[in-house]
Each structure stands twice: as structure tokens, then as C-alpha cells.
């Protein structure tokens, strides 16, 4: 019993931390942020989210390991 809760608890967390999030744009336009540790994972998981998109903005803050690309399906 302990084992499946505990399994269903660590399941709870990453299913509300996703790689992968809609965003609104200030005019209303929905865009996809893509976060990821190498700039390379996030072009192959924007290639595989939206196969023709457009990149928006890419970003690395310095000292943060997260990668992150806004793209706009087509």
C-alpha cells in the first residue's frame, strides 16, 4: 500500500511539470514554450510538438541549466 501511494504521489508531480506548455501571447496568439536542459533536445521536442512552426524567441539564463524556445505552429 505504501509503495502505490507513494508511486501515485511521485506520478502526481511529474504529470504537472511538463516540458511542454501553451502560452498566450499579449494579442491573444497561442504559442508553445519548450524548456529543456540542451538547446538541441529543444528543437528535436519543438520538431516533434509542431512539425512546422515557427521559432519565436530561444533564451539560457546565465547560471540556470534550462534551456527554453517559443515556437508558433504553422
Keep these: 500500500m505504501r509503495n502505490r501511494l507513494t508511486f501515485l504521489f511521485?506520478?502526481?508531480?511529474f504529470a504537472c511539470t511538463s516540458p511542454n506548455?501553451?502560452?498566450i501571447g499579449?494579442?491573444?496568439t497561442e504559442?508553445?514554450?519548450i524548456e529543456c536542459v540542451e538547446l538541441d533536445d529543444?528543437?528535436?521536442r519543438a520538431d516533434e510538438k509542431c512539425?512546422?512552426?515557427r521559432q519565436?524567441?530561444?533564451s539560457s539564463a546565465s547560471g540556470e541549466s534550462l534551456k527554453?524556445?517559443?515556437i508558433q505552429c504553422e
Aim: charged share 20%.
Design 10 to 13: 511521485i506520478f502526481s508531480i
Design 56 to 58: 519565436v524567441n530561444a
Design 31 to 33: 504559442y508553445i514554450k
Design 26 to 28: 499579449p494579442d491573444g
Design 21 to 23: 506548455r501553451k502560452v
Design 42 to 44: 529543444c528543437y528535436r
Design 51 to 53: 512539425p512546422h512552426h
Design 68 to 70: 527554453t524556445i517559443l
